[in-house]
């Protein structure tokens, strides 16, 4: 498994993966993306981690092989060194334990070069593969949020994971 970054060769890549509706409810996305667009996207981002407060990261089983999924640190706040995490694997390759190594990888980078002290989670509570996932990466569970979500059938409760990468000083 392989962790790297995005290149603009990942265009067509992108744009199945962002323009698949099964993915939108998870993904907080209610229309399609351009190529244009993603092609944006691209050209920026290899930009700091601190400045735009985002990392995508694609999914690779070796290096040179393709992708089968991304992986994102999003809503970083630098003051308390946290990010929130989201993993989206090509239907075509679930359940090939891709999932569960990319968050090792990652976490591993977000601990050792990032220097991030926690990484969480939200989760539909219907979703019952990501709670699984989250599960067994070591993520506890610390909460539910009561009709969080918006979904096509009514409103769905969100379940809060997090993740110490760094012991925590006693208070």
């Given at each position: 498994m392989h962790l790297r970054a995005?290149?603009?060769?990942?265009?067509?890549?992108?744009?199945?993966?962002?323009?698949?509706?099964?993915?939108?409810?998870?993904?907080d996305t209610l229309a399609p993306v351009s190529r244009h667009a993603l092609r944006e996207y691209l050209?920026?981002?290899?930009?700091?981690?601190?400045?735009?407060?985002?990392?995508?990261?694609?999914?690779?089983?070796?290096?040179?092989?393709?992708?089968?999924?991304?992986?994102?640190?999003?809503?970083?706040?630098?003051?308390?060194?946290?990010?929130g995490v989201g993993i989206t694997i090509l239907v075509s390759e679930r359940r090939h334990g891709y999932a569960r190594q990319a968050l090792e990888l990652l976490k591993?980078?977000?601990?050792?070069?990032?220097?991030?002290?926690?990484i969480y989670a939200t989760v539909g509570a219907d979703n019952a593969a990501s709670l699984k996932l989250f599960r067994a990466a070591?993520?506890?569970?610390?909460g539910i949020r009561h009709s969080w979500l918006r979904t096509a059938t009514g409103w769905q409760d969100a379940v809060e994971w997090q993740c110490l990468l760094q012991p925590s000083a006693g208070i």
């Open positions: 995005l290149e603009p060769d990942d265009l067509e890549f992108l744009y199945a993966l962002e323009n698949d509706p099964d993915i939108w409810g998870v993904s050209a920026h981002a290899g930009a700091d981690f601190y400045v735009v407060r985002q990392l995508r990261l694609v999914i690779t089983t070796e290096i040179g092989s393709p992708a089968v999924g991304v992986v994102d640190l999003f809503d970083f706040d630098p003051l308390h060194l946290r990010a591993n980078h977000a601990r050792q070069l990032l220097r991030l002290h926690q070591g993520f506890r569970r610390v």
